[in-house]
């Protein structure tokens, strides 16, 4: 039987973290509404993966958020390759002189590969939440707090919502960080890595054709000089993600917006120095494709709370993809807070700044920490980490030791001792911050 609440939480941004974090709530029976500013919930990009450390987090969330995600992953294909996470192979030399493609090495876990898609994952988990406690086209403009403590958003619409407490999932432009950090604060923007990426999907009888099952059907990596090419199939085989990555020296051209539009022949003179596999891939994209900007949270953001107010997910700890950790951070953050609301000492909007304390004392370096590691590894594979460059041995034993942070963890072990810091907490008296 579920304790009962008296204080309600406002969720703002729908996408993975938001989501998960509201299933995670309702399940636990924390009153709570979610505020997306889209029309319905969304996602923005293609293929995402998960570590095991992210379905543990499913599974402490609620059993439905990892039974929509098995429902949605690809696998790799090959029986054998099953918990290969990627074979990473040498651009250049991705084809040998007898005509079989090479390896430089293989990194695996528990798990292996798993492509998403990350609006089908959204597609499946919004059917764990009831629809009357969602609020659509509710773009955040600011928060204040009333004379009787209860923090007062308002939204572009002229719209005017209340709660005991704001958790911000609303990505890497966060409107809720900005509130916390202010506005002039070096980490209430995104930074620009200075790489940037090409995405396309191609049908997987035509990466087959291209390139041979056993590399177009499983996942790999195409490490080159200041860019590299990752794949794997989505969509349950039937088709192959691909997204090309080039580090650049020059400014991203409009901060306001993460994408432009490119052009296939723009990618192909950009990886022209490829080997012949790679070239064979890139030319099956679409003639017109987006290309993003990498942006992440590289100046870190010095507090995740603030009074009763709190982020979570990207707006917290936005990183670069090169980990493939990011979306499974999102849902650790979820299982921590849900875990941590849901203790039985916490009853009142007392208590949540105490909750919101040690939520950040318990993940803030580790998410950190992903979003320099994550920077590191993409230099790795780009042959253009300091002290590592292009050995190969270096590199495995980079992503492997790194690989192992993120997933050797045990989730419910790290939410049990952040609720042990919770009572610890709760047992002292907490001044609370006004806005």
Known sequence: M????????????GGIA??????????????????????????????????????QAMKVCHEGIYEAFEKVCTRNVSPSKQKVWFDYVDAYKDVTSNGTLDTAFTVSN?????????????????????????????????????????????????????????IGCDGIKSRVRQAIVGADHPSAKPVYTRKYAYRGLIPMEDACA????????????????????????????????????????EDWPDSQRLTRPGQREELLHDFE???PAAI??????????????IFDLGHPVPTFYKGRICISGDAAHATSPHHGAGAGFCIEDSAMLA??????????????????????????????????????????????AEGVGNDFTKIGDQIIERNGIIADVNIEEMCAKAKDELRRRLSKPLGGEKL
């Open 110 to 166: 528990s798990l292996g590969q798993n492509g998403v898609h990350r609006a089908q994952f959204l597609d499946e988990a919004v059917k764990l939440i009831p629809k009357h406690l969602a609020r659509f086209g509710k773009r955040l403009q600011n928060i204040t707090e009333d004379r009787n403590g209860r923090l007062v958003m308002r939204f572009d619409d002229g719209t005017v919502a209340e709660a005991d407490a704001i």
């Open 210 to 249: 291209a390139v041979g099952e056993e590399r177009a059907q499983n996942a790999c990596m195409y490490m080159g000089h200041d860019k590299h090419v990752l794949t794997f199939p989505v969509n349950h085989g039937k088709t192959l993600n691909l997204v090309a990555f080039r580090t650049t020296s």
């Open 18 to 55: 938001g989501l998960t974090l509201a299933i995670a709530l309702n399940s636990r029976s924390i009153p709570f509404t979610i505020y997306e500013q889209a029309s319905s919930f969304a996602e923005i990009g293609a293929g995402v993966s998960f570590s095991p450390n992210a379905v």
């Open 2 to 13: 579920s304790l009962v609440k008296d204080f309600d939480i406002a969720i703002v941004g």
């Open 273 to 275: 120095d490829f080997g």
């Open 280 to 293: 064979k891939l890139l030319k099956l994209v679409n003639p017109k494709l987006d290309v993003w900007a």
């Open 339 to 384: 875990e941590l609301l849901a203790d039985e000492q916490v009853k009142t909007q007392h208590d949540l700044e105490a909750v919101f304390a040690t939520y950040d004392a318990e993940r803030r370096a580790r998410a950190q920490w992903l979003v320099e590691s994550s920077r590191w590894v993409g230099d790795c594979y780009e042959l253009r």
